[in-house]
């Protein structure tokens, strides 16, 4: 496990700690669980920007207009 430093503003630090006593937990609990939440949403980020790059605009256009008719 690593040791990170990280400077706030003293009333971020404040209202962090004060989130952190609301929900039960630790400061450094709050951080961890606030960056895993980032770095999930992060990931699935990359991973629909690299599905689309692989994605034929053709193809989905044909599949939209399907399910346009198919609505009607």
């Known amino acids: ?14 209202r962090l700690k004060s989130l952190a006593r609301s929900r039960g937990l ?5 951080v961890e669980e606030m960056s895993a939440q980032a770095l999930a949403a992060w990931d699935t980020e990359n991973r629909f920007r690299t599905l689309a790059a692989q ?7 044909i599949i939209l207009d399907r399910l346009d008719a198919s609505g009607k």
């Open 26 to 30: 630790s400061v450094n609990k709050l």
């Open 55 to 61: 994605g034929d605009v053709q193809q989905a256009l």
């Open 1 to 14: 496990m690593s040791t990170l430093t990280v400077r706030l503003p003293d009333d971020t630090a404040e």
